[in-house]
């Protein structure tokens, strides 16, 4: 092997496709047990390693040196094998949070920081805030001073706040570790978390209005690090930031939302098509889950256990990536379908006059002007993005692609 990542339990990692675009090479996971450790060192049979959980610290000892970044942390996520057969530990990890700090324009000079976890993460996260000049950074666990019981307690004036828990991660995407709100000098969030792209602690922050970073900048800045030591090329921003917004492009799901009949499952099958993108129709899956036409289901079981099962397809489908999905016209109506859609997708609406919408077949398409005036503020609350629906199909396919090749 040439590249590639230890660790034990690897399941599904971004790491292989984040070093073959960012140059070219066949990366390898290699989960391993503890025990298998010792017979992997003694073979070195590689050029170059990334190593995580939980064998950041128990690989030390097969270092023949380490760098200064990895003795501060107390931990090696890189390690090269030099051309005189020693092995060089680094830890690229801290250079990875630095960018996703300057990403997203959050500084920590003089800042009160507040770190959630105490595991390897949080000692990176100690390690840069220190380096940045941070005025006090509080560590916050079950088993410390500072714990979940007294945190808003302890850190009133709190005004960074950085998840380096698991806590949000998929699949309990619906987690948060702390309420944003309930820090009053509170300006900006990091989430470590890359799985959802948006945690719903990253969605509360952004209500708010602050600045907020999720850890897929620090996931493809700490690759584009450890690239550079293993190839001996420079692997800089303009790498990073091109990734990076490659692998935000292919990931975002495109979400169409609107009035029934307006044209969400036209665009989409459109967009699907056009991008190469499974299409989603959140209708048929509610058919397809509940066994039954969702028009049997509201005569027959009424509408909220119609908007039960739609929950449910909202929270399956939102977790996944890369997909076009087309809405219900009444799924923004409950807040934590919004929530489950925007964790990892843009919201497009798609805004067509009550007059022209397409009735036939809608068992809640009656008095569609009294319903579009109760649902409007439902859709500019979800809505990232929107278009108009002036009755010209071609103009509104073009418009809603250019919306989402420019929003990514
Ligand atoms: P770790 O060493 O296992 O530490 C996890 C920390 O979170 C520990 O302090 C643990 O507390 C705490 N924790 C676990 N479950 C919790 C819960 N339910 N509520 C509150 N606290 C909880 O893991 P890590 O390597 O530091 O990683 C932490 C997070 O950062 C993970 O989500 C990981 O994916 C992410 N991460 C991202 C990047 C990136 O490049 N974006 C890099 C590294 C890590 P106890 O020890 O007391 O259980």
Redesign the pocket.
């Known amino acids: 092997m040439d590249f590639g990542l230890i660790g034990e339990r690897l399941g599904h990692s971004y790491s292989p496709e984040i070093h073959r675009r960012l140059r070219g090479y066949a990366y390898q996971l290699c989960p391993m047990a503890p025990t298998e450790l010792p017979a992997f060192f003694a073979r070195r049979d590689f050029r170059g390693i990334n190593v995580t959980?939980p064998y950041k610290q128990a690989v030390i000892p097969w270092c023949d040196a380490l760098s200064e970044t990895a003795r501060r942390v107390g931990a090696v996520n890189t390690i090269v094998h030099r051309a005189d057969d020693s092995l060089y530990g680094d830890n690229t990890?801290p250079a990875?949070f630095a960018f996703l700090l300057r990403e997203a324009g959050i500084g920590l000079a003089g800042k009160r920081v507040l770190i959630?976890?105490?595991?390897?993460?949080?000692l990176?996260v100690q390690l840069v805030a220190a380096d940045l000049g941070a005025k006090s950074a509080t560590v916050a666990?079950?088993?410390l001073d500072v714990n979940?019981s007294n945190l808003y307690e302890r850190c009133p004036g709190a005004q960074v706040i950085v998840n380096?828990?698991?806590?949000g991660?998929y699949p309990l995407g619906e987690d948060c570790?702390v309420e944003p709100e309930r820090f009053p000098r509170l300006e900006a969030v990091a989430d470590?978390?890359?799985n959802p792209l948006r945690t719903r602690f990253l969605q509360k922050a952004e209500r708010l209005g602050l600045k907020t970073a999720d850890?897929?900048s620090?996931?493809v800045a700490?690759a584009a690090a450890s690239a550079e030591l293993f190839t001996g090329a420079p692997c800089g921003e303009n790498d990073i930031t091109r990734v990076l917004s490659e692998l935000r492009r292919d990931l975002e799901n495109w979400v169409l939302i609107g009035m029934p009949g307006c044209g969400k499952t036209t665009v989409g099958r459109f967009l699907a098509q056009k991008s190469g993108r499974p299409f989603v129709d959140l209708d048929l899956e509610i058919e397809k889950y509940a066994g039954r036409p969702g028009r049997e289901i509201l005569v027959t079981q009424g509408e909220a256990a119609f908007r039960a099962l739609e929950s449910q397809v909202a929270a399956r489908f939102g977790a996944k990536t890369g997909q076009v999905i087309a809405t219900g016209g009444g799924t923004v109506l409950r807040h934590e379908n919004v929530e489950a859609l925007r964790q990892n997708g843009r919201l497009l609406w798609i805004k067509r006059a009550a007059r022209f919408l397409a009735t036939s077949g809608r068992p809640l398409s009656v008095d569609l002007e009294s319903l579009e005036r109760a649902r409007q503020s439902f859709y500019e609350a979800a809505a990232d993005m929107q278009i108009a629906h002036d009755e010209d199909w071609e103009m509104l396919f073009m418009k809603a692609w250019e919306v989402f090749r420019h929003e990514n």
């Not at 959630?116 to 949080?122: E, F, I, R, V």
């Not at 380096?164 to 806590?167: H, K």
Request: proline share 7%; aromatic share 10%; glycine share 18%.
């Open positions: 959980i990890d990875g959630l976890g105490n595991g390897g993460a949080s990176t666990d079950f088993n979940y380096a828990t698991p806590v991660m570790p470590l978390i890359y850890g897929l620090m996931l700490q």
